[in-house]
């Protein structure tokens, strides 16, 4: 598709369950993006994968959260063990990465999680 | 270390333009400014970027002061589908730590 495409669009899940989220970005976009918004909050980077380099895992909160990148496209993020305060839209986004044009960050619709 | 300014909310006439505002007085030489919309329940959509030129692309309009330490976003004929939390931000080509401040909430009344 043109856009950042994101599944599930909603997903309801027991606290204490697993759930997966998935991003494919934009075609021939290198770089991938993983953010976090909390209802009322402001938006919170938790991963950045760029091509073949080791990802910048830094803005994930606690080592309940994963994410990889198969094959420099689609991207998996991992919640294990969800708890209540995991609730939040998680937006996926892409970018060329160019500098001469600004490298432009491009989000998906997001994925909204609710854990009860 | 909010590193924009923007007012909290305006108000504008279907039909008519929309200025939005952006106070950013401690940007950097190598700092772009970005605006972004966030339409209730949906991922933030990208709308323009400058570094010190005025830009124009289909969605809008983006006038930066000479010095650059503010900006204007310009909706040229607001529609009521433009009601949203408008984003002015500044980021160096390489940040991709985004960070939103709480926007402009813009709402486009018939």
């Known amino acids: 598709g043109a856009g950042v495409s994101q599944s599930p669009s909603n997903k309801v899940t027991e606290k204490g369950k697993d759930v997966e989220l998935r991003c494919d970005p934009i075609?021939?976009?290198?770089?991938l993006y993983w953010y976090r918004q909390s209802l009322g909050q402001g938006l919170e980077f938790l991963i950045y994968?760029?091509?073949?380099?080791?990802?910048?895992k830094s803005g994930l909160p606690s080592d309940r959260f994963s994410a990889e990148r198969t094959g420099g496209s689609v991207s998996t993020l991992t919640i294990q063990r969800t708890q209540q305060e995991d609730s939040a839209v998680y937006l996926c986004?892409?970018?060329?990465?160019?500098?001469?044009?600004?490298?432009?960050?491009?989000f998906g619709e997001g994925s909204w999680l609710t854990v009860v | 270390d909010a590193k924009t300014t923007q007012p909290t909310s305006m108000d504008c006439a279907e039909g008519r333009a929309a200025n939005l505002p952006c106070n950013h007085s401690?940007?950097?030489?190598?700092?772009?400014v970005y605006w972004y919309r966030q339409i209730h329940s949906q991922g933030p959509q990208y709308i323009i970027h400058?570094?010190?030129n005025n830009e124009t692309n289909e969605m809008a309009s983006l006038i930066i002061t000479e010095d650059r330490k503010s900006s204007t976003l310009i909706l040229p004929h607001a529609t009521l589908r433009d009601t949203a939390v408008y984003y002015c931000?500044?980021?160096?080509?390489?940040?991709?730590?985004?960070?939103f401040g709480a926007g402009t909430t813009v709402t486009v009344r018939a």
């Open positions: 401690t940007i950097s030489g190598n700092e772009y």
């Open positions: 986004a892409s970018s060329l990465a160019s500098r001469g044009q600004g490298n432009t960050i491009y």
């Open positions: 931000i500044v980021r160096v080509v390489n940040d991709y730590k985004l960070s």
């Open positions: 994968f760029q091509g073949n380099s080791a990802p910048d």
């Open positions: 400058g570094l010190k």
């Open positions: 075609s021939g976009h290198t770089a």
